[in-house]
Every structure is written in structure tokens, then in C-alpha cells.
T-cell receptor, first 110, second 113 residues
Framework: TQLLEQSPQFLSIQEGENLTVYCNSS?????LQWYRQEPGEGPVLLVT?????EVKKLKRLTFQFGDARKDSSLHITAAQPGDTGLYLC??????????FGKGNQVVVIP | DTAVSQTPKYLVTQMGNDKSIKCEQN?????MYWYKQDSKKFLKIMFS???????INETVPNRFSPKSPDKAHLNLHINSLELGDSAVYFC????????????FGPGTRLTVT
């Protein structure tokens, strides 16, 4: 089983601060995705990264795929309360499924 | 239009009962999934169907039986419910390779008392 470790598990910050969360594995993935899940809802896809070293930006969110395609990071600039949620990373390795991490719970305090 | 819908949203039932959860997607995807999310928020895959054919069947008690009448629908029937079955169950669909990007339904919170 391919294991994705996410750290930190829980992060609480003040509005306007920056934060970075991490997703690490010992396995190589063909692509890696980040999802955000808000309370009472299903996870929503934010981004897919494919190429080692790739950086993608989604407004104040910056996603990076590691050079070796084993890890990824998500950086949020000037966090807003609307960024509160559970961030899940998931890796694809071609057997009809994704391997999910356990998530980074982010709370942004107004 | 809701892309992936599930019913019911909440399900409260007693131990030993049988219940079903229904899922429908209007994205035209060939692959659908059932996931279980426990109290620690870990998403665990249970089953997957591709065009009505079962392709993933994880280590799940055989009290759980998925059924896909067509590629837009995937239902989950659970027999003899146990306390440990309490969780949120998510349906998802995907276009498949190469990325298997998942589109999730809103979830069904199952509480077994």
C-alpha cells in the first residue's frame, strides 16, 4: 500500500498569516492531487500536479510537486477564514485508484 | 446541476438493520467509487466500478454489497448494520487514467445506534 504522510495534522493560524503544509511519500507517483474538504461536504479537487518540480498557483494557494515526484507542498499566502478546511493530498500510480493522505486540518482565525 | 449526488444525506438506524445509499453522477464518467471516512477523517476506498464492472473490491465485510445498474449510478447496500459501520460514506466518480481525479458527492452520514 502506497502511504502518503501529511504534516502537520493540525494547524491554527491568524487571518493574514502564511502557512505551508506537506505531503510526503517514499513512493513515486505519476501525478498528485490536492483536495479541500469543508465540514459536512465532500472533498473538492483543487489542483493536479504532474511533472517533477512543477509549481501551480490558484489565487493565494501555491502547490509544488517535488523533483522526484514523491512529495508535495501547499503554501497559502495571507490566509483567510474561507481557507479553513481539511486539505487532502492523493497520489495516482495507475491502478484505477488514488492513495489518500490523512489530511492537514487548517483553521484560520479571523 | 449537481455533478455527483447521494441520498440520503443522513441515515440513523439501529444495529441489525439493512440500509441502502444511492449515488448518481451526471459527469459522463465511466468509473465510480465508494469511500468510507472515519471519525479521524481518513478516506478509505471500498469499491470501484468501471462501466458497471467491479474493478476494486477492498477488504470490506461482505455485509457491504455495491450495485451499479448503469455507469451513472452506484448504490451501496449494507446488511446487518453494526456500530462500527458508523461513518461518512462518499461516492465519487472519475474520468479514469491518467490522473483519476475524483469528483465527490456530499456524503452520507450513517449513525448506527
Amino acid at each position: 500500500t502506497q502511504l502518503l504522510e501529511q504534516s502537520p495534522q493540525f494547524l491554527s493560524i491568524q487571518e493574514g498569516e502564511n502557512l505551508t503544509v506537506y505531503c510526503n511519500s517514499s513512493s513515486v507517483f505519476s501525478s498528485l492531487q490536492w483536495y479541500r474538504q469543508e465540514p459536512g461536504e465532500g472533498p473538492v479537487l483543487l489542483v493536479t500536479v504532474v511533472t517533477g518540480g512543477e509549481v501551480k498557483k490558484l489565487k493565494r494557494l501555491t502547490f509544488q510537486f517535488g523533483d522526484a515526484r514523491k512529495d508535495s507542498s501547499l503554501h497559502i499566502t495571507a490566509a483567510q477564514p474561507g481557507d479553513t478546511g481539511l486539505y487532502l493530498c492523493a497520489g495516482a500510480h495507475g491502478n484505477n485508484r488514488l492513495a489518500f493522505g490523512k489530511g492537514n486540518q487548517v483553521v484560520v482565525i479571523p | 446541476d449537481t455533478a455527483v449526488s447521494q441520498t440520503p444525506k443522513y441515515l440513523v438506524t439501529q444495529m441489525g438493520n439493512d440500509k441502502s445509499i444511492k449515488c448518481e453522477q451526471n459527469l459522463g464518467h465511466d468509473t465510480m467509487y465508494w469511500y468510507k471516512q472515519d471519525s479521524k477523517k481518513f478516506l478509505k476506498i471500498m469499491f470501484s466500478y468501471n462501466n458497471k464492472e467491479l474493478i476494486i473490491n477492498e477488504t470490506v465485510p461482505n455485509r457491504f454489497s455495491p450495485k451499479s445498474p448503469d455507469k451513472a449510478h452506484l448504490n451501496l447496500h449494507i446488511n446487518s448494520l453494526e456500530l462500527g459501520d458508523s461513518a461518512v460514506y462518499f461516492c465519487a466518480s472519475s474520468q479514469g487514467p491518467p490522473f483519476y481525479e475524483q469528483y465527490f458527492g456530499p456524503g452520507t452520514r450513517l449513525t448506527v445506534t
